[in-house]
C-alpha cells in the first residue's frame, strides 16, 4: 500500500487559473478586499471554499532559554479595513501571551481553488474593549458559552471533563445574556508588509509586495514593488 509521503515528491498541479497586473491598485487594501470578495463569490458559485475567512496567523513564542520558536494556527478573519485584520480569540491562550510578548504577527490568506494568497506582517495590539462588546454580542449563544468554558490552549483530563466544564458555564448563566469576559477580545494586526501572490504556469509565479514607507506606525504611504517568484 502506498503511503501518502510516497506522493509528495512527484505531486503536480498547473498554475492557471489567474494573474497579478503590474497595474495593481496603489492602496493594497483595496486589492485585498477584491480578492475577498472573489473568494466569498468562488464558494458562492462552486462552494469549493468552505470558509473565505479562514486564515493562518503565525506569532513567535520564547522557549525557556529564549530561543524564538515559530507557532502558527487557523483562525477567522473578522475584520479588515485601512487599520488592519482584526481577529478575535482568548488572549490568556498561547498565541494571547506570545503577542503580549513579541507584539508582531504574520496573517497569511490562503484561496487554494483561486492559486492565490496573501500574506499581512506587522504590529500587533488588542481592540479597544467597546469594539469586541459589539462583535461578542453578535456570537451565537453556544459560541459564547464555549469562551467561558475552555481554558484555552491549558492541557484538561478528558473529553467529558470539558463538556462538563460547558454544562456548568451553561447552567450558570441560564435565562440571562453571556457577557464578554474580560479574557476574550480581539486583536489588530496593523500591517507594514502586504505581499501577494498568484500562481501561474510553469512556476512563473506573480508577486506582488507592498511595504510602508514609515515603520511601525501604522500609517503612511505604501511602496510597490514586483518580486521574482
Not at 101 to 125: C, D, F, N, S
Not at 205 to 228: F, P
Amino acid at each position: 500500500m502506498t503511503s501518502a509521503s510516497d506522493r509528495l515528491a512527484g505531486e503536480r498541479l498547473d498554475y492557471l487559473a489567474g494573474s497579478l497586473a503590474d497595474a495593481a491598485p496603489a492602496d493594497p487594501l483595496e486589492l485585498c478586499n477584491a480578492w475577498l470578495r472573489d473568494a466569498f463569490a468562488r464558494r458562492e458559485s462552486r462552494g469549493d471554499i468552505s470558509d473565505p475567512t479562514a486564515v493562518v496567523l503565525s506569532t513567535v513564542a520564547l522557549g525557556a532559554d529564549g530561543t524564538p520558536r515559530p507557532r502558527s494556527r487557523t483562525v477567522l478573519l473578522k475584520g479588515l479595513d485601512a487599520d488592519g485584520a482584526v481577529v478575535f480569540t482568548n488572549l490568556d491562550s498561547d498565541k494571547g501571551q506570545e503577542l503580549r510578548t513579541t507584539p508582531r504577527a504574520a496573517l497569511l490568506m490562503p484561496w487554494y481553488p483561486l492559486q492565490r494568497q496573501v500574506r499581512i506582517e506587522g504590529r500587533v495590539e488588542e481592540v479597544p474593549a467597546a469594539e469586541s462588546d459589539v462583535y461578542w454580542a453578535t456570537r451565537p449563544r453556544g459560541s459564547q458559552l464555549g469562551a467561558w468554558a475552555s481554558h484555552q490552549s491549558r492541557p484538561i483530563d478528558s473529553r467529558e471533563q470539558l463538556e462538563a466544564q460547558y454544562a456548568e458555564v451553561e447552567a450558570r448563566f441560564e435565562g440571562v445574556e453571556v457577557p464578554r469576559p474580560e479574557f476574550w477580545g480581539g486583536l489588530r494586526i496593523h500591517p507594514q508588509r502586504i505581499e501577494f501572490w498568484q500562481g501561474r504556469a510553469h512556476r512563473v509565479h506573480d508577486r506582488i509586495v507592498y511595504e510602508r514607507a514609515a515603520d511601525d506606525t501604522g500609517s503612511g504611504s505604501w511602496e510597490r514593488h514586483r518580486l521574482q517568484p
